[in-house]
């Protein structure tokens, strides 16, 4: 019997990709640690004497292939190590054996105590760092969350169908998880059509019970002149739902 290389053993064990078919919006591209501490000049790296180089050269490639997964439609996941301020999710260990380098984790760097969530050392570098918002329908008037200029979500169910009303992007987000909660304008169903059309609970609370302000109906942006336009929440659960109204 001959001899079997390794990727033919890759390839006789299991198909690829294993559920045999590559859809965009079921898929995503993950970013892991591109942070200032990490790969920007002042970070820890930078601030142990190390050539942060060969990790800053990786930026540009990383810039072509995001963009690149956005026109395609793809999800971009970011992930950075970063721990609590009081470091009870640090181990021990690993405190003592980074400051044997000189600078340990949760010590004062030159862009704040470093690998802590919230410091500036913390944060995506700039080349790099995410959109704001979600998407949603153009001048975010629509029943159905497909007319962006950007791309549109599908409903989390299945890609053939439409993730539903304006406020499709943020709806979408919360319910494969990447946000605990999202808030979102409701006129006439556009943040309760989200959340019916991706299973997760939708609120339009009565006028006057929340705040208005950060809708555009009611607040800094009028698109449109009318008393409709309610703050819409949506999370996963009813609780979690009674909890973002109160806060």
């Not at 791309?151 to 053939?160: H, I, N, Q, R």
Request: hydrophobic content about 35%.
């Amino acid at each position: 019997m001959g001899q079997v290389s390794g990727a033919q053993k890759i390839e006789a064990s299991y198909p690829w990709p294993l559920c045999n078919t590559l859809s965009a919006p079921r898929t995503a591209l993950i970013i892991i640690d591109m942070q200032r501490d990490f790969c920007a000049p002042g970070g820890w790296v930078d601030q142990l004497g190390e050539d942060i180089a060969n990790l800053r050269a990786a930026v540009a490639p990383v810039a072509r292939l995001m963009d690149a997964a956005r026109k395609a439609g793809l999800w971009i996941v970011r992930t950075r190590e970063g721990h609590r301020p009081d470091l009870v999710d640090l181990n021990p260990n690993m405190q003592w054996r980074t400051r044997q380098h000189g600078l340990g984790i949760g010590d004062q760097g030159a862009q704040g105590r470093l690998l802590v969530r919230g410091q500036t050392g913390h944060d995506i570098v700039p080349e790099r760092a995410p959109l704001d918002g979600t998407n949603m329908d153009q001048f975010r008037i629509g029943l159905v969350g497909m007319r962006s200029p950007y791309g549109a979500p599908s409903c989390v169910f299945d890609d053939a169908y439409i993730s539903g009303a304006s406020s499709s992007g943020s709806a979408v987000a919360t319910a494969l998880g990447l946000s605990s909660f999202s808030i979102g304008n409701d006129e006439a169903g556009s943040g309760r059509g989200p959340a019916g059309f991706n299973n997760i609970v939708g609120i339009k609370p009565t006028p006057g019970l929340v705040s208005n302000s950060c809708v555009s109906c009611g607040g800094c942006v009028k698109t449109l002149e009318t008393r409709d336009g309610v703050r819409a929440d949506r999370c996963r659960r009813v609780g979690d739902n009674a909890y973002d109204q109160r806060l």
